[in-house]
């Protein structure tokens, strides 16, 4: 099976037969993880997909939330479609294994410490709810999370997705925004 066959245009399905919707010239936006397939394409409008690419044109009046081969195929470069799947899956990986890093121990006071990538991070209970603080001592950074968290490994999935962001916000090379799925509890 070559790329073409793997192309739901060939096949002339959802939008890919309709007049009107452009096939080529679109831009990826952004990505985000679902953390499971919960949405179809909006370009094939068949394939069940967990990694969103959210495609935008400037001659259509929708940003379509689309598969990898879809977006590979509407902005002419499925490979760079691939290299952004690949990111995202690396990262649903890197996530789910970051609560149970060897790094992670306790500190003096009882709180969750762990030093990653150039931030500090702590993990504290108090009033039965779990708070995060994120601290990056290059810079001078320091932020307590907003939200609570109901369990110690909810806020250090947060925390994840924080220095991710953080990490993300920072990096000039980055230009898209990559969401994931709210931390569950």
């Excluded at 953080?166 to 925004?177: D, F, H, P, Q, R």
């Amino acid at each position: 099976m070559t790329e073409l066959d793997e192309a739901p245009g060939v096949g002339g399905f959802g939008k890919w037969s309709m007049h009107g919707v452009p096939h080529k010239g679109w831009t990826c936006v952004g990505v985000e993880d679902l953390g499971a397939p919960a949405a179809v394409c909006e370009m094939c409008e068949r394939q069940d997909i967990r990694y969103v690419h959210a495609m935008q044109h400037p001659d259509f009046p929708e940003i379509l939330h689309c598969g990898c081969i879809c977006a590979g195929h509407m902005e002419q470069d499925v490979e760079r479609a691939r290299r952004r799947e690949a990111l995202m899956k690396n990262a649903a990986r890197r996530r789910a294994g970051w609560p149970d890093r060897k790094a992670w121990r306790r500190s003096r006071q009882g709180n969750l410490v762990i030093s990653e990538r150039g931030f500090h991070v702590t993990i504290f209970e108090r009033d039965g709810r779990w708070h995060g603080l994120i601290q990056r001592p290059s810079t001078g950074y320091k932020r307590f999370s907003k939200r609570t968290y109901a369990s110690e490994r909810g806020a250090q999935l947060a925390s994840f997705d924080a220095i991710l962001f953080l990490e993300e916000s920072t990096n000039v090379a980055w230009t898209m925004s990559i969401r994931r799925s709210p931390v569950q509890d």
